[in-house]
């Protein structure tokens, strides 16, 4: 089983949808989680923190569920500015610094 | 402010050559991390270097070596290159090297072997 799994999709959604996306991790030790957002031949760029609290910014929100493994990314009221991959990150620690990305989420989203 | 920036942005080498790849980090990052992306995949982790020192490891063979500078800046090393070794190499700077804070990524050089 791979350490961080992402269904790679695609996910193709009309405009105005949402849209959910999982990541399991399985080594309970990690600590720190992210979701990236990459566009076609560019480099990953932040999308947001993960919180255990769960944590929102505008349109996206990120919950963190501990118990089970996974975290999650919520896209309210897609835009086609959207459409790109979702990599979620994992980092454990605790002497060395191991992160580890999933393959990622290819979003589509269509007029 | 200037963000992460890496050089060369391109590179074509043949195998069996050697080749070192450029980073420097954003500005009062301390922590550098190199990661080789290939097609369809999620970047995968190499080194972690903070404060010049080796903080974290992937599974990538000794032909993979890094250092980082006082100035925080790093290079990475690739020896005896191999078709395989072909990707999109990017560097990520964040402000220490506990994986508590955020990773900023460069463009990326992206090697092709031949």
Redesign the interface.
Known sequence: RKE?E?D?GPFNVPEGATVAFNCTYSNSAS??F?WYRQDCR?????LM?VYSSGNEDGRFTAQLNRASQYISLLIRDSKLSDSATY?C?V???GG?????????TSLIVHP | DAGVTQSPTHLIKTRGQQVTLRCSPISGHKSVSWYQQVLGQGPQFIFQYYEKEERGRGNFPDRFSARQFPNYSSELNVNALLLGDSALYLCASSLDGTGSYEQYFGPGTRLTVT
Request: hydrophobic share 25%.
């Open positions: 961080v992402q790679p600590q720190s992210f560019k480099e990953p760029k932040l923190s990599l990150v980092n454990r620690s060395s610094y191991i992160p580890t990305f999933g393959r990622g």
